[in-house]
């Protein structure tokens, strides 16, 4: 696809003026490319969805969802960047590319180091703040994870893959988090709420003190307390394999200062529950095997990202005792 073309016509569809900059590719975005484009009419940030992702059977359900919950956050006044409507609705398409077009902000992601115990009050407040929304009391059920990695291992051998070495030996501690979170995944306290279900700090930008959640099209309903544990990890240093305990334990007060759930709940099962790095590494896998892929630069991602989480999987399981005795104490 020649972007240039396909930007021409882009805003020329939506009547969005003439190109005065742009378009150029921005950073983030690790499933679908983000491209700035400003015009004489205004600023924008276009994201061109991932066309392999689009096939999926499921993919335009699961966008049409987000984007009706989308509306929601912004009807109560959820600080986000919402995609712009046209011709009454979100998602855009030309020429078979799918996209969505939002205003520009000057914002930007927080790197490590930089985020402190007042970042961490602002999003446990805002998360309990989407969950009070439509909190429903109900049972809760997730389908369970049936991955294969021996497939994998095996497929990363045949073809010679970079990430053999990273995943051949460690098919056990894998397969005992996808069997355990299984498991844990039926006791989990039952409730759903609006999620937004990828709130970690490359989705919130900040400008000073003030913020805009961004990536809203993994919105639905889900379980909050998983949520709610799984973003003050991301938020206290997991992702960087070092967790800091006091913004872990800022991030989790806040929540629950701004929430009625029962705190005082079984939290080892929410450990346990916790797995979705396994579909994340599937997912990322493929890439790197060029399934489901057809660029050399996706490829290069989910290179990465594979080697990245194994990563997490193992700092996760050998951070189990500490995060759970932190927790233990907080809801005392």
Known sequence: MDINMFFNKLVDNLNLGKIEEGPIQVAGGLTHRMFKVFTDKGRYIVKLLNANIMKRPTAMGNFNKADFYEEILKQNNISAIYSI???????????????????????????????????????????????????????????????????????????????????????????????????????????????????????????????????????????????????????????????????????FKSYFDNTKLDKKIDWESIYYANNGRSEWLEFNIKRSLMIECDTKEEQEIGLNEVKETIEHVVYYDKAKDKILSVVNELIK
């Open 85 to 251: 409507i046209f011709n009454n609705k979100k998602m855009q398409e030309i020429d078979g590319q799918y996209f969505y077009v939002y205003e520009w902000y000057d914002g930007k992601v927080l790197k490590d180091g930089e985020i402190t115990k007042y970042h961490c009050e602002e999003i446990g407040k805002v998360l309990a703040n989407i969950h009070n929304i439509d909190l429903v009391n109900k049972d809760f059920s997730d389908k369970e994870k049936n991955i294969d990695f021996k497939y994998y291992v095996d497929l990363c051998r045949k073809k010679e893959s970079p990430i053999y070495e990273l995943l051949y030996d460690k098919i056990d501690i894998l397969n005992d988090s996808m069997n355990k979170g299984n498991e844990a995944i039926k006791n989990l306290p039952n409730y759903y709420s609006i999620c937004h279900n990828d709130m970690d700090p490359k989705n919130v930008m900040w400008l000073n003190n003030d913020y805009k959640i961004i990536d809203l099209e993994c919105l639905g309903y889900y379980n909050p307390y998983l949520e709610l544990y799984e973003l003050a990890l991301c938020w206290s240093g997991y992702e960087k394999c070092n967790i800091d305990f006091e913004l872990f334990k800022t991030f």
